[in-house]
């Protein structure tokens, strides 16, 4: 009797085994955790494509740092769904829905906070951005089980450019972060400076054009403007100085421009250049 216990208890656990991670194909659901997986699994794939064709077209002297970096960021970057409905099942497949969301790095986020006009990078338009991840509602996407059961093809992906791009700008902006922070940080300096420039040699020619009776009687009080401007804003010399921090002589820029802007104003030369 013990022995057809054990017996028994051996076949069991034989079928079982054999039978575990298959699933009967009536069963075959867009909301499976296999059929998740491969939406996920053809997200990533297809915007590991996209970087590694655009590595390839521009040229690695036009990327920071090789393949193999954009490549691992992208691999970290957390893909999910939610809300996930079969809308049709027939002998071509299912027609599934789904919301897509993607995780955003800290790296991502850093970058996108320097520059915000890059979010849309990540959200191509259709995504919205909420509480660190990008979303896409009711993406709808088609999925055929193969005869084996268990292999799975999606077609008809209909987010399919704005959500594998996002992947692939994000991992830019992961790996690139301190570049491209950089870079920003300079494109905004020159442009303060050019402010500035323009804004001092408007003041110049107001200044110009001034009668002499008025020079003369103002000339102490521009001074005065002179050495307050100074105290308020930071000296221009320190602004042109490239161990001085970037974000400081953005600043200094900025406030002498802004103070300039208001003197012109008060010498009346608000028509001038």
Same mark, same amino acid.
């Given at each position: 009797? *013990?022995?057809?216990?054990?017996?028994?208890?051996?076949?069991?656990? /034989?079928?079982?085994?054999?039978?575990?991670?298959? /699933?009967?194909?009536? @069963?075959?659901?867009?909301?499976?955790?296999?059929?998740?997986?491969?939406?996920?699994?053809?997200?990533?794939?297809?915007?590991?494509?996209?970087?590694?064709?655009?590595?390839?077209?521009?040229?690695?002297?036009?990327?920071?740092? +090789?393949?193999?970096? *954009?490549?691992? =960021?992208?691999?970290?970057?957390?893909?999910? &769904?939610?809300?996930?409905?079969?809308?049709?099942?027939?002998? @071509?497949?299912?027609?599934?829905?789904? &919301?897509?969301?993607?995780?955003?790095?800290?790296? !991502?986020?850093?970058?996108?906070? @320097?520059?915000?006009?890059?979010?849309?990078?990540?959200?191509?338009?259709?995504?919205?951005?909420?509480?660190?991840?990008?979303?896409?509602?009711?993406?709808? *996407?088609?999925?055929?089980?193969?005869?084996?059961?268990?292999?799975?093809?999606?077609?008809? /992906?209909?987010?399919?450019?704005?959500? !594998?791009?996002?992947? *692939?700008?994000?991992?830019?902006?992961?790996?690139?972060?301190?570049?491209?922070?950089?870079?920003?940080? =300079?494109?905004?300096?020159?442009?303060?400076?050019?402010?500035?420039? =323009?804004?001092?040699?408007?003041?110049?020619?107001?200044?110009?054009?001034? +009668?002499?009776?008025?020079?003369?009687?103002?000339?102490?009080?521009?001074?005065?403007?002179?050495?307050?401007?100074?105290?308020?804003?930071?000296?221009?010399? @320190?602004?042109?100085?490239?161990?001085?921090?970037?974000?400081?002589?953005?600043?200094?820029?900025?406030?002498?421009?802004?103070?300039?802007? =208001?003197?012109?104003?008060?010498?009346?030369?608000?028509?001038?250049?």
């Amino acid at each position: 009797m *013990y022995k057809s216990l054990v017996a028994v208890s051996i076949i069991s656990m /034989f079928s079982f085994s054999a039978n575990a991670g298959l /699933f009967d194909s009536n @069963d075959f659901k867009c909301g499976r955790d296999d059929a998740n997986n491969a939406i996920k699994k053809y997200i990533k794939d297809e915007a590991s494509g996209v970087l590694q064709s655009n590595y390839l077209a521009a040229g690695q002297d036009k990327f920071s740092k +090789p393949l193999s970096a *954009y490549q691992k =960021e992208l691999d970290l970057i957390s893909v999910s &769904t939610s809300n996930v409905s079969t809308m049709r099942n027939d002998d @071509d497949g299912l027609g599934c829905s789904a &919301t897509i969301s993607v995780k955003v790095s800290p790296e !991502t986020l850093a970058v996108i906070g @320097d520059d915000p006009s890059r979010l849309y990078r990540i959200t191509q338009g259709s995504g919205k951005f909420n509480s660190g991840s990008v979303i896409w509602k009711s993406v709808g *996407y088609n999925l055929k089980l193969a005869d084996n059961g268990k292999d799975i093809q999606v077609d008809n /992906f209909s987010n399919y450019n704005d959500i !594998t791009v996002s992947l *692939y700008q994000s991992s830019l902006m992961g790996v690139d972060k301190e570049t491209i922070i950089q870079g920003n940080g =300079e494109s905004r300096l020159q442009s303060a400076k050019r402010s500035y420039d =323009e804004t001092d040699a408007t003041l110049n020619q107001v200044w110009k054009y001034l +009668p002499e009776s008025a020079k003369n009687s103002m000339r102490k009080a521009q001074n005065t403007w002179v050495n307050d401007k100074v105290v308020k804003c930071g000296k221009l010399s @320190d602004a042109e100085l490239s161990t001085t921090a970037i974000e400081k002589r953005i600043k200094i820029y900025q406030c002498q421009t802004k103070l300039t802007q =208001e003197r012109i104003a008060y010498l009346g030369g608000g028509d001038q250049g």
